[in-house]
């Protein structure tokens, strides 16, 4: 029973609104960033524009389209979906008739788990998900590719824009997106990265994501970067995002691998992870949050278990075995 130490379940208790801020990080190429909330952006080209995820809800990406056209009022013309998350996909609606485009990987999950996850997120975090009822079903990708694409916006001459859309290996999902804008530099990373946030691992590949997936990122040379959650960073930041992340990642598997190496339990496993990362991470963005869904996935890789589907009961079945 509770010892009135138990926490509320997941972002529930977290209801203070975020501001979300527009900054333009490289010429033409937007960030829309929201003190730790899911990020997303835009790259403006000579006619049109394509915009990298689609927040929550309609109502949530009606905000972002708003505060996009104080600096364009060009067609959107391409919605990029960085991975199937509901907080990053569901407020495709507000994109009119932009073509979406994802990984197949994405596509796959949407199918087999996309209504699950929105109804898992949303349980998680209320916030993020005000005004559900904007949201008309699932979104699904018009086109999608394995592992490379791109966007040629406009025709061709010195005013085409070039956007390329890289998928790195498994990692956050099986189905990550990073879109970059050749000659400018900056690197949208999703979830694959973060900044003063928690990773999100409940549906992730962890050994491969803090290994050969991050170092194909750290490949390409960006000198800018928009992480999945908190600030934009450059030059001397974007590698400190990444060790940060990756840190996070390996030392839940080190923790992980060594309890069920021993035949600890789950609880065990929790309780070690929490006790290594929290000194660095408590004081980032949904850390208390995600960790018993890090925690469950870490253990189930480890033990040779395909991501399974999260749904609202065994989010609640989770929590209190861990946080409760
Ligand atoms: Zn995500």
Redesign the pocket.
Known sequence: MSTGTAKPFASTADTQPKQATLSEVADGVWAYTAEGDPNVGAVVGPDSVVAVDARSTPTHAQEWLDDLRTVTDKPISHLVLT?Y?A??VLGAAAFGDATVVAHAGTARLIEERGQADFDSEAGRFPRLFRDLGSVPGLTHPDLVFADELTLLLGRPGPARREVVLRWLGRG??EGDVVVSVPGEGVLFA??LVEAGAAP?MGDSYVGEWGGATLDRLVALGADALVP?RGPAVQGTEVADAVGYTRTFLRTMHEETLRVVRREGTLKEAFDRCHERLAPDYAGSAIFEHCMPFNVQRTWDEVSGVRPRVWTAARDQEVWRALQG
């Open positions: 991975h998350h907080v990053r956050h999902t999703g979830d999100y999945g």
